[in-house]
């Protein structure tokens, strides 16, 4: 009973459209609307600048994390079983019930998921990350890079659950970035722009 408890909490707290609601309530803007069409981080930085950026990150990560810290301390879900509250709430940010089930890509909200979960292998895919976006300037692309690098850590580990978890998890994310992959092939892909970048 706790488990489906904490799975409904998770999907409702994963539900929650952050990008749409920061850019209608302080800027007026539907975020959907411009950019990529995203709800996410990636395109609210685009559309509504860094503050707005970082606010959505911090939390689209926060809806990962609370209802993996609720199932963890406060229902005491049996830890065999914990990671699934984290994968409802993947589930309610890719198809999230308050924005007409059409949601983001996902990759902050299994950030906060296994930050409650695995902190020393979430450290380990933010770096993946940060070292594959300093050299090729595309968040898709590092996005990508790492999950795999998370399910290959996954599978190093005797946890059933997180490897089974940790591959659903890398299947939203190529699913949903499938546009972005055939830009990467095509060499169209947008690339962040560094201070030391002249182009």
């Not at 609307?33 to 950026?53: H, P, W």
Request: net charge positive; glycine share 8%; aromatic share 10%.
């Amino acid at each position: 009973m706790n488990l489906i408890i904490s799975c409904m909490i998770a999907y409702i707290l994963g539900s929650i459209p952050s990008g749409v609601w920061v850019g209608k309530y302080f800027y007026k803007k539907d975020i959907r609307e411009y950019g990529s069409g995203n709800m996410g981080t990636t395109n609210t930085f685009r559309v509504l600048g860094k503050k707005a950026g970082i606010l959505v990150l911090c939390m689209d990560i926060l809806k990962g994390y609370i209802p993996m810290i609720v199932a963890q301390h406060v229902l005491h879900v049996t830890p065999s079983l914990v990671l699934y509250t984290g994968l409802f709430a993947i589930l309610g940010h890719v198809y999230p019930v308050f924005a007409n089930f059409r949601g983001g890509k996902a990759v902050a909200t299994i950030t906060g998921v296994m930050l409650a979960y695995q902190p020393a292998l979430t450290l380990c895919c933010m770096l993946a990350f940060l070292i594959t976006l300093l050299l090729s300037r595309m968040v898709s692309l590092s996005s990508i890079i790492s999950v795999l690098v998370g399910v290959a850590i996954s599978f190093t580990t005797n946890d059933l659950t997180l490897k089974i978890v940790a591959l659903i998890a890398a299947s939203f994310i190529i699913i949903r970035h499938r546009t972005n992959i055939k830009r990467i092939m095509d060499g169209t892909e947008n690339k962040v722009r560094f201070s030391w970048n002249k182009e």
